[in-house]
């Protein structure tokens, strides 16, 4: 079995490449999914969110106000790698003991690693190949301002806070551009499936 892992910086499309690998029945490892589950209403994980930055990034039905979180956690390096040290370890956890399982299996000839922090987290560690999903970064901004509905200075602030794109390309296996529409970015994707099947 192989394990990918599926990386990308903010805006670059690495959600739409995951969806589309989804839809056509492969298992996705989702480390922001994992990361929500753990944040839920109650979780051990919450409750040290609401002390590292307040009460107030809990609603009042004690749910997450993960826009509001977003903000304060992206605003500087300090703020995101407290937030990163209060999840990213039970993430890794959980995806490290998911993959074992899965390795002792013959149920699956592919399984893909879905990480926004992939390499920042160490999760690569876990891998035996990386994808990364690019783009120009005008466009990255320009896709995160609609989606978030944030400023041009919000979206280069998490991008100042993120591992390299550079770097990020010069530590994976492949590389897919997502520069030109979702047709092209498709058979990209279909090409490495081949590829690596």
Excluded: C
Aim: glycine residues 6%.
């Amino acid at each position: 079995m192989k394990v990918i892992g599926l990386t990308g910086g903010i805006g670059s499309g690495k959600s739409t490449v995951s969806a589309h690998l989804r839809e056509k029945g492969y298992l996705i490892l989702d480390a922001d999914q994992i990361a929500h589950d753990i944040t839920k209403q109650g979780s051990p994980v919450l409750k040290q969110i609401a002390e590292a930055f307040g009460a107030d990034m809990l609603d009042a039905e004690g749910n997450l106000q993960r826009k509001k979180l977003a903000a304060v956690a992206f605003a500087n390096a300090e703020n995101k790698a407290l937030l990163e040290s209060l999840t990213t370890a039970e993430v890794v956890r959980i995806i490290s003991e998911q993959v074992e399982e899965l390795r002792n299996s013959t149920e699956y000839d592919i399984i893909f690693i879905d990480a926004p922090l992939l390499f920042e987290a160490g999760v690569d560690a876990l891998t035996d190949f990386v994808w990364m999903v690019s783009a120009e970064e005008a466009i990255r901004i320009a896709r995160v301002m609609e989606r978030d509905q944030v400023s041009r200075e919000d979206v280069l602030q998490r991008i100042a806070n993120q591992m390299d794109n550079d770097e990020k390309i010069r530590r994976s296996q492949e590389v897919i551009d997502n520069s030109k529409g979702k047709e092209e970015l498709y058979r990209q994707v279909e090409a490495l499936l081949k590829k690596y099947a």
